[in-house]
Each structure stands twice: as structure tokens, then as C-alpha cells.
Nanobody, 115 residues
């Protein structure tokens, strides 16, 4: 059984920063990738950033240069540093972990960017 827990969401003003954290526990041997997705009201869930166990990362065009994903493979954790936040970044952010070709999701954390 794998558990995925996100933390770090909240309310921030435009231009501000937040750092999201994700921790995977349980049968976490062979984590091959961790990713952040987001879903705004009325929208489909979209990929924000992904990082492999080898350290390769990729970002959605809308967040390139503002968001940074990082991981600690020894602890099965991933973080998403979000800078220069915009109102359109408002969404529920979900952590996604790939283990032995199976995908596990967290419950999500709300990020609201508003003045």
C-alpha cells in the first residue's frame, strides 16, 4: 500500500511564492517518477511538472521559469517551488508518484492566488 500526502498550499497574493511538498510512504521501492498536476474549477487536470528518479525534469509551458520541481530519492519526497504566482495558477495541486509502473495520487492541496 502506498500513501501520497501533499502539503504547503494556501492563499498568496499575485507575485508571491509558495512551496508544495509531497511525501510517498509505504511500498515505495522503485519510485521512477514524481509529478505535480493541477486542476482548476471546470477544467481538466493538467501536468505542471515531472521529475524522474534520474533527475530529469519537464514543465508545462505556462510555468517554465517560475516553478521548480525537485526530489529527494532517499526520502521519496518531491517539492514544487512556485514563484511569481499568477491568479491563473489557482487550482488544486495533486502529487503523482509512479512506482513499478503503477500510478498513485495524493488528495490534493488548494493553491489560491488572489489579492
Amino acid at each position: 500500500q502506498v500513501q501520497v500526502v501533499e502539503s504547503g498550499g494556501g492563499l498568496v497574493q499575485p507575485g508571491g511564492s509558495l512551496r508544495l511538498s509531497c511525501a510517498a510512504s509505504g511500498s515505495t521501492f522503485s519510485v521512477s517518477a514524481m509529478a505535480w498536476y493541477r486542476q482548476a474549477p471546470g477544467e481538466q487536470r493538467e501536468l505542471v511538472a515531472v521529475i524522474t528518479s534520474g533527475g530529469r525534469s519537464n514543465y508545462a509551458d505556462s510555468v517554465k521559469g517560475r516553478f521548480t520541481i525537485s526530489t529527494d530519492n532517499t526520502k521519496n519526497t518531491a517539492s514544487l517551488q512556485m514563484n511569481n504566482l499568477k491568479p491563473e495558477d489557482t487550482a488544486v495541486y495533486y502529487c503523482n508518484v509512479v512506482i513499478n509502473q503503477r500510478i498513485y495520487w495524493g488528495q490534493g492541496t488548494q493553491v489560491t492566488v488572489s489579492s
